[in-house]
């Protein structure tokens, strides 16, 4: 008699994704929030052309005001520059116009984000890292900077920004900066993650820092604040 084949088990789509990241490796993420964060940036890459939307930013004028504010963290030319969700390349595009020669890093989540950013800027410093698994060296940097990392509403975005942050000052020796939406605002949308001003102040200075600095009248969706060690 023939021996009937077992079925295959297909994997979930969390458990899919999951072959490439795993929760430990996102504090304040659940499997939901892993799949959507995952389904968002492949989609934004693959709907888009201009580079600021295939990131995710409304366009590049909003981008460039950004990178602005975080570029004032302290002196860049010269400095060993750790660009953490660096998508396309943005920044490094941006310290390439303003001719400031930064020794730059950057790093994101996707493999494929990193192909792109190589496509676009074949000079510079790239690769696909989870810097919580597998951090650079501690003050392997002097400036940790990161833009729009934290945009995307998680089920706790403040646990997941203390391990980034934290992380992040590890390995650089004067400074982390990033960016979050300003929830003074009005923004409207369910899926984004914003804050007030004072709740972020009170949480930098929470991180065991020297001092704090917050940036809040460049662009009116926004608040950027600089942790110096």
Known sequence: MRRMKRPVKRPSAPEQLH????LK??????AKDLLGLERY???????????????????????????EALA?????????????????????GYLKGKRLKADYTGVDLFPNVIREARKLYPEARFEARRLLSRPF?????DYALLSGVFNVKVKDNWRYMRAVLSSALRQSRKAAAFNVLNAEAGIRE??????????????????????????DHYHHLDLT?????
Not at 19 to 22: A, D, E, G, P, R
Request: proline share 3%.
């Open 190 to 215: 369910k899926d984004r993650f914003t804050a007030h001003s004072k709740e972020l102040v009170a949480f930098g200075k929470s991180l065991g820092v020297s001092r704090v600095h917050l940036m």
């Open 72 to 92: 004032s963290v302290g002196p860049l030319k010269g400095a060993q520059v750790l660009d953490i969700g660096c998508g396309l390349g943005g920044f490094w």
């Open 137 to 141: 060296r501690s003050g392997r940097f």
């Open 19 to 22: 072959l490439h990241f795993h």
């Open 41 to 67: 940036y492949r989609s934004q890459l693959k709907g888009h052309q201009a580079p600021e939307k295939r990131v995710g930013w409304n366009s590049a004028q909003s981008q460039r005001v950004r990178f």
């Open 225 to 229: 604040l600089f942790l110096y060690k």
């Open 25 to 30: 490796d996102f504090p304040g993420f659940s």
